[in-house]
């Protein structure tokens, strides 16, 4: 064979592996999140045209399902979403629709909060026995619950540096925020909320890596196929 068209075949071979890598690795995962930011700009620019993708706080989705669900608003992405290549989205953020400190969230769970002295905009509140895995410590985490300066939007009940107040399933957290730590790129209004796993000593793992987390769509009755179509909204699943 001649040597350049040798060189050309290996190059094309080359080029076709890095596309089909980029496809499976990159644009495959992000896709859904695509959908769904679609469907999030739709929700933010006129909440009250869809009603009915908000969840309602304070309610199951059956009486089954152990959480309640932790705040209205659209659910805009779930647990396992990929923002940016080779990142994994570690809870579900639900968007209220409203300006900063208006929309309430409430605690899923019964459990003993703690808030570290440095936290604005986040509680985590410890589980001793997860509802579905009998046994199990785990810690539900609520965030973005301060504007993008770090005011915070908790609730005076849980001021800096509370640690293990009981609170019952229901209870009022705080409000929806921006706050991401950087005042002049703030997110969407919403909440993040995430299930962290205990780390074996009484604390929890750092919540920030998908491993350390759990899909909570199962604990919260939401729909369980919503991870592979980019079309649903995301709503109750039975
Ligand atoms: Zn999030």
């Not at 399902?65 to 647990?79: A, E, K, Q, R, S």
Request: proline fraction near 7%.
């Amino acid at each position: 064979m001649d040597k350049r068209l040798l060189i050309a075949v290996i190059l094309i071979g080359a080029l076709a592996g890095l596309i089909f890598y980029l496809y499976r690795n990159v644009y495959l995962p992000m896709k859904p999140t695509f959908g769904r930011s679609t469907r999030l700009v739709e929700w933010i620019r006129d909440p009250a045209a869809h009603q009915e993708w908000s969840i309602k706080a304070g309610t199951r989705c059956a009486p089954d399902t152990p959480f309640l669900l932790p705040t209205d608003g659209l659910v805009g992405y779930l647990w396992n979403d990929s923002f940016q290549a080779g990142k994994r989205h570690q809870g579900i953020d639900v968007f209220g629709g409203t300006e900063v400190g208006k929309t309430p969230i409430v605690s899923a769970y019964p459990g003993y909060l703690t808030r570290v002295s440095s936290w604005k905009s986040a509680v985590i509140i410890r589980v001793p026995d997860d509802p579905l895995q009998a046994g199990r410590q785990i810690w539900l985490y609520y965030t973005h619950m301060a504007d993008p300066s770090g005011n915070s939007f908790i609730s005076s009940d849980f001021p800096p540096g509370t640690i293990e107040k009981y609170v019952e399933a229901g209870t009022l957290l705080g409000y929806q925020g921006n706050y991401t730590g950087n005042a002049a790129n703030p997110s969407g209004v919403h909440l993040h909320f995430s299930i962290v796993l205990d780390d074996g000593q009484g604390g929890f793992r750092n919540e920030l890596d998908i491993r350390n987390t759990l899909d909570p769509s199962p604990y919260l009755g939401l729909l369980l196929n919503a991870g592979q179509s980019d079309g649903n909204v995301i709503v109750c699943g039975n």
